[in-house]
């Protein structure tokens, strides 16, 4: 076959392709154990890179980087698989069979019901007008990552950032706007929502 032959027919496959339909763009978190420095989370970006990982006490680190895909194997070998709604998550076993070693909420234990849990979102992108909807608490960290805002670490060894330094105030145009107290520095909404996207998308 001559080259532009190949040409058209590797153009026609690419056109033929379906991108597997992301069940949302955003990020969430779940928690199997249901305890603290069990917590996992999920980011999935408008083009479809996927990042699973969880935060302890000695902080957060991804388990899975890559494509999304319908069930993604958690660790890499074949025994746990995980597959997602827009707003829950399923756990299965090796056999992709759903796994039942949950409760009622989605919490291991040994009520032999199925893994299955409710996802609690940080931001997530609207489906129908395209806008990111973002969780108070989390634009406000992202405003205090702009500013440079310092961290302390608590008695678990985490790095969290000092919200009484944080203030949300309107400025005499009627523009909301965040401002670190020690560093007499403000930014506006608009700026933060920038960052945001910078970061994420």
């Known amino acids: 076959m001559k080259k532009s032959g190949i040409l058209l027919l ?22 199997w154990m249901g305890g603290t420095g069990t917590q996992e989370y999920i980011i999935i970006k408008s083009s479809g890179q996927t990042e699973i990982g969880m935060c302890g006490t000695a ?10 895909s319908d069930l993604i194997d958690i660790n890499g070998n074949g025994k746990t698989f995980y597959t997602f709604s827009d707003t829950t998550i399923t756990m299965l076993d090796e056999n992709k069979n759903i796994d039942r070693s949950c409760n009622e909420t989605g919490l291991q234990t040994d009520e032999n019901l199925p893994c ?27 405003a205090y990552d702009l500013m440079g805002g310092k961290y302390f670490t ?24 965040y401002c670190l107290s020690y560093k007499n520095l403000c930014k506006t909404h608009a700026e933060v929502i920038e960052y945001f996207n910078a970061k994420t998308r």
């Open 10 to 31: 590797l153009i026609a496959t690419l056109a033929g392709a379906k991108s597997l339909p992301l069940p949302f763009i955003g990020k969430a978190w779940f928690n």
């Open 59 to 68: 902080g957060c680190g991804a388990s899975y980087k890559g494509a999304f």
């Open 116 to 142: 299955i849990q409710r996802l609690t979102f940080d931001y997530k992108e609207d489906k129908s007008s395209k806008k990111i909807e973002i969780d108070e608490t989390t634009l406000n960290q992202y």
């Open 154 to 177: 608590n008695d678990m060894g985490q790095s969290l950032w000092d919200t009484k330094n944080l203030i949300k105030k309107t400025n005499s145009k009627g523009v909301k706007i």
